[in-house]
């Protein structure tokens, strides 16, 4: 349904209804933005870096061929809006303190229930909060392909399109990532209970 749909807005789009683009960045802005959030770290960064994706998106859809290839040709104009991104302020210092893709804290996450179900969502939100710690440590490409894959669900073939790789540089860079990435947590885990200890 929403390839036709998208093949559709497309098609009037490059006829010269420009007033549908606004529907084609309503069905993917959001999708785009955690997909960016989780790759620059940092919300209002990734809100900058979405605007420029679909300004480009915009300016060069009369160039997309096939229609049925917009998600992994969108994709690729994120990522490589992304990889600009974190190339020019690779000199600035990277902090560890990182919004939520909402600006919130995460408390208001959190439900008015009983005492054992409230501290199970406080230990899920830091879980989530330490992984994305996390993935903010291994290198740009590696980030690149685990957000691809396990939160944009994308197959290892669109991500290797995406990229101009093949499938299986795609695979080694996700598996590398995700073993840097297990290493990384369970540092984490081994000095919160070294903390714990000291108390």
Same mark, same amino acid.
């Given at each position: 349904?929403?390839? &036709?749909?998208?093949?559709?807005?497309?098609?009037?789009?490059?006829?010269?209804?420009?007033?549908?683009? &606004?529907?084609?960045?309503?069905?993917?802005?959001?999708? +785009?933005?955690?997909?960016? #959030?989780?790759?620059?770290?940092?919300?209002?960064?990734?809100?900058?870096?979405?605007?420029?994706?679909? +300004?480009?998106?915009?300016?060069?859809?009369?160039?997309?061929?096939?229609? %049925?290839?917009?998600?992994?040709?969108? #994709?690729?104009?994120?990522?490589?809006?992304?990889?600009?991104?974190?190339?020019?302020?690779?000199?600035?210092?990277?902090?560890? %303190?990182?919004?939520?893709?909402?600006?919130?804290?995460?408390?208001?996450?959190?439900?008015?229930?009983?005492?054992?179900?409230?501290?199970?969502?406080?230990?899920?939100?830091?879980?989530?909060?330490?992984?994305?710690?996390?993935?903010?440590? +291994?290198?740009?490409?590696?980030?690149?392909? +685990?957000?691809?894959?396990? #939160?944009?669900?994308?197959?290892?073939?669109?991500?290797?399109?995406?990229?101009?790789?093949?499938?299986?540089?795609?695979?080694?860079?996700? #598996?590398?990532?995700?073993?840097?990435?297990?290493?990384?947590?369970?540092?984490?885990?081994?000095?919160?209970?070294?903390?714990?200890?000291?108390?």
């Amino acid at each position: 349904m929403r390839d &036709n749909t998208e093949s559709e807005l497309i098609a009037r789009f490059k006829a010269g209804d420009l007033s549908v683009f &606004n529907l084609l960045t309503r069905m993917w802005y959001e999708r +785009i933005l955690g997909f960016l #959030y989780r790759i620059v770290g940092d919300i209002d960064e990734a809100e900058d870096v979405c605007q420029k994706t679909f +300004i480009t998106v915009y300016f060069r859809l009369h160039q997309l061929n096939d229609s %049925g290839k917009f998600r992994t040709w969108l #994709y690729r104009i994120a990522s490589n809006c992304a990889i600009d991104h974190l190339r020019d302020r690779k000199s600035s210092f990277r902090g560890n %303190g990182r919004p939520s893709p909402d600006g919130s804290d995460g408390t208001s996450d959190l439900p008015e229930t009983e005492s054992a179900d409230l501290e199970e969502r406080v230990d899920a939100i830091a879980l989530r909060r330490l992984c994305e710690r996390t993935l903010a440590t +291994i290198p740009d490409e590696q980030r690149t392909v +685990i957000v691809m894959k396990l #939160y944009q669900d994308l197959k290892f073939t669109e991500i290797a399109e995406v990229l101009n790789l093949p499938v299986n540089t795609v695979k080694t860079r996700m #598996y590398t990532g995700l073993r840097a990435m297990k290493e990384v947590l369970n540092q984490n885990r081994l000095i919160e209970e070294i903390l714990r200890n000291a108390m």
